[in-house]
């Protein structure tokens, strides 16, 4: 825990959004949505036409700025870039998975519940009675 | 027989002591090894209910989420599809209406804490200023309050959350007006499936808020079975 870095406390962080055409557009009716002065916005409309480096960039670049504290995304979208989604591991900004219209949530594939499922296999339990 | 069981009970008497030493020994040792056991099922328990809170929260925000998109779809239905589209988003430069405090829980505990704060626009100084005087309101009036706000962080992130909460008049129109801005990019006369589809969003912000706390409190309480687990493996 020594380790870790310190949490920085934030007065006004966003939250972007990495998504489908009508979530994305759900979450700027909310307020979410920024543009900031070099035109760039907090969120990317993912639909058949993006591609997975785009999505690469956008989630590289939603995790690596400061402003951000949340990152929704969808979960057939992380399911593109699970690599990249399983490998991010710090607490700032948080990656959420989050459920699309023709893709409901699956915990199996949830990067969180991955992580602490070694606790639940049959490995761990007996690592433990060794 | 008499002298003989004086004899036996004063044979006794030393190694009594040295039982008792030893037994207050073995109390102690047994008190510490329970009182471990009692933080481990603990930490345990902490990581299996926010697991389990963490799943009925993703239910929920599947449900809400569900409701938004039917609601859009029926906007768009009635409105067309060409005035519900991301081509008319705003791309101009303006803040985000609604954002995030982000805290940390304690020293102790690393864990980060987010609060939402809706409708906050950094663009509208008024409405900053707006809040902040109703803060000082809330806190002349009830000065028990303000004195536990002082000491309790939780008491300042109910605070900067009370204006949004629409408990006073002001706040209330200055919300609606941010909620409005925000309508109005599809146009000044929007469906009242649009509003609606706007409430379900912003309520599944909430949950995605509650679920990205219990997220953090998740991790925090796995690490902790973890590292209880290989303090056992290495003692």
Known sequence: MANRPQIPTKSSALIAVIADEDTVTGFLLAGVGNVDLRRKTNYLIVD??????????????????????????????????????????????????????????????????????????AESVASDRR | MESHKESQEGGKEPESDFDGIHNSENEEQ????????????????????????????????????????????????????????????????????????????????????????????????????????????????????????????????????LPSNGSSLPADEQVQKERSKSLAVFGTLVSPKLRASQHSFETALETLIEVANMRSLMLFAYDQVLKNMAGKKDP
């Open chain 1, 48 to 121: 058949s036409k993006t591609t997975v480096k785009a999505i690469e960039d956008a989630f590289k670049e939603f995790t690596a700025r400061e402003d951000i504290a949340i990152v929704l995304i969808s979960q057939y979208v992380a399911n593109m870039i699970r690599f990249l989604v399983d490998s991010y591991n710090k607490p700032i900004p948080a990656i959420l998975e989050i459920p699309s219209k023709d893709h409901p949530y699956d915990p199996a594939h949830d990067s969180v519940l991955s992580r602490v499922k070694y606790l639940f296999s």
């Open chain 2, 30 to 161: 047994l008190q510490n090894q329970r009182q471990i056991q009692k933080q481990d099922d603990e930490n345990v328990l902490n990581f299996m209910d926010s697991l389990d809170y963490y799943l009925t929260l993703m239910d929920s925000l599947s449900s809400t989420l569900r409701e938004g998109w039917m609601e859009l779809a029926s906007a768009r239905h009635s409105m067309g599809a060409s005035r519900i589209s991301t081509a008319l988003l705003d791309l101009k430069f303006h803040h985000a209406a609604t954002c995030l405090l982000v805290t940390q829980v304690d020293s102790i505990m690393e864990v980060p804490h987010f609060t939402l704060c809706k409708w906050a626009s950094l663009t509208n100084g008024n409405s900053r200023q707006r809040k902040h005087d109703e803060n000082e309101t809330v806190k002349n009036a009830n000065s028990l309050c303000a004195r536990q706000r002082a000491t309790s962080p939780s008491f300042e992130l109910q605070d900067k959350s």
